[in-house]
């Protein structure tokens, strides 16, 4: 092994790296720096040691793993290990899909690892971690048992990007042969971990769906961007009169429908519309079409900070349009996973739309992330998700 080569960083970083955050951007240091993508490095600041790899092409330079061991394959499955045992509470709840590795959240910088019942599913958002890969393979199987492993490439910093632009490969085991279906809070749902956005379900809002299925009785929904419909199902299992999916994206519609069968509910009792949000909410306003409930998680509008202005006023836009679907008395559940936008200034742009709109909103729950999906109290950039439920009334 090649001898661990040292760099110093500026002691104005030494307060967030002691406190425990994993980046180093390039800006922050010297422009005449050469090493290799995956190369190892022990950094120094100011008296704080630790343990980081180096990546030539992100905007983040150096990704730390450590305040203390070089990693190797034993610490690498002790981290593996760790985040397995603290997902075991849903595992007793018998779910069987989950994030199991949440890069930053859980010590591995630039990797998350979803399982979907016997598959691991990788993600690598940055080059330096394809020479982890190894480790990462040996340490999955070693702490559970599986029939596949898959790598989905996609090297963004967003780790909450949903857009498609990825491609799977078989790493070890075998592969999942066309669809196949886990069970969350009883529900049961059919997953494509080849072609699938993310990989497969939107694994963050698991329990806000269950939070959704116990507000739904005797109900009307409209779920924007609902994908393949899983907050549909928790709200038809909850008892909701109808519900209404509302997605642009192909096939989406057949897979609701299977999963409409999957779980028995009454197909009388649900409709696909594939079409643009943004038309489906103006049209539906304009005609003074209005629902108990209408549900709003659109894909990230913002992948980095320049974006962050534009994201706003997108958000604006498309809750002013939902808040006028809503009906009187209704709930407004928005949620939004741009990381770029602070819980802080996703409320604050929901009392915007609510003025745009000329309603006045309520707010009765608000949650983040959940236990699958953790965040070290030095790291703000990893809270990306947010999920408001409020109550729309009329101005007095």
Not at 83 to 96: E, K
Not at 183 to 198: A, S
Not at 290 to 303: M, Q, R
């Amino acid at each position: 092994m090649a001898k661990l080569r040292e760099i110093t960083v500026s002691p104005q970083l030494k307060k967030h790296l002691s406190q425990g955050h994993p980046w180093i951007y390039r800006d922050k240091l010297p422009h005449n720096l050469r090493f290799e993508t995956g190369e190892w490095l022990r950094v120094k600041c100011g008296g704080w040691i630790g343990f980081g790899l180096w990546d030539n092409k992100s905007p983040i330079a150096i990704r730390i793993f450590s305040q203390r061991y070089l990693p190797d394959p034993p610490w690498f499955k002790a981290q593996v290990q760790a985040a397995w045992d603290l997902r075991q509470p849903l595992r007793d709840q018998h779910c069987t899909a989950y994030r199991w590795l949440f890069g930053e959240g859980d010590r591995l910088p630039g990797i998350t690892v979803d399982l979907y019942g016997e598959y691991a599913v990788i993600q690598t958002y940055m080059e330096a971690a394809n020479g982890l890969l190894d480790w990462l393979v040996r340490a999955l199987r070693e702490v559970a048992p599986l029939q596949g492993i898959l790598w989905r490439t996609k090297h963004l910093e967003n780790l909450e990007d949903r857009s498609t632009d990825s491609k799977t490969q078989l790493l070890w085991g075998k592969e999942p042969k066309g669809d196949i279906t886990v069970t969350e809070h009883g529900l049961v749902f059919q997953v494509n971990l080849q072609t699938g956005q993310k990989t497969g379900l939107f694994l963050d809002h698991r329990e806000n769906r269950k939070y959704l299925g116990e507000i739904s009785r005797d109900k009307t929904v409209l779920n924007c961007f609902s994908y393949t419909g899983a907050f549909s199902f928790y709200a038809l299992r909850g008892g909701a009169s109808h519900v209404t999916n509302v997605d642009v994206g192909k096939q989406l519609a057949d897979v609701a429908k299977t999963n409409v069968q999957l779980n028995h509910f009454n197909p009388q009792q649900h409709t696909f519309v594939t079409a643009d949000c943004f038309d489906v909410l103006n049209r539906y306003a304009q005609e003074k079409q209005t629902f108990d409930i209408v549900i709003l998680d659109p894909p990230s509008f913002a992948k980095n900070k320049k974006n962050r202005f534009a994201a706003i006023r997108a958000y604006t836009k498309l809750n002013a349009l939902a808040l006028q679907c809503v009906a009187p008395g209704g709930l407004l559940v928005s949620a939004s996973c741009t990381s770029q936008v602070s819980p802080e200034a996703f409320k604050e742009m929901l009392s915007n739309a609510a003025a745009s709109a000329n309603k006045y909103l309520q707010i009765i729950h608000e949650a983040g992330q959940p236990i699958d999906h953790p965040l070290p109290a030095a790291f703000p950039e990893g809270r990306y998700l947010k999920f408001v439920v409020g109550k729309v009334h009329q101005p007095v």
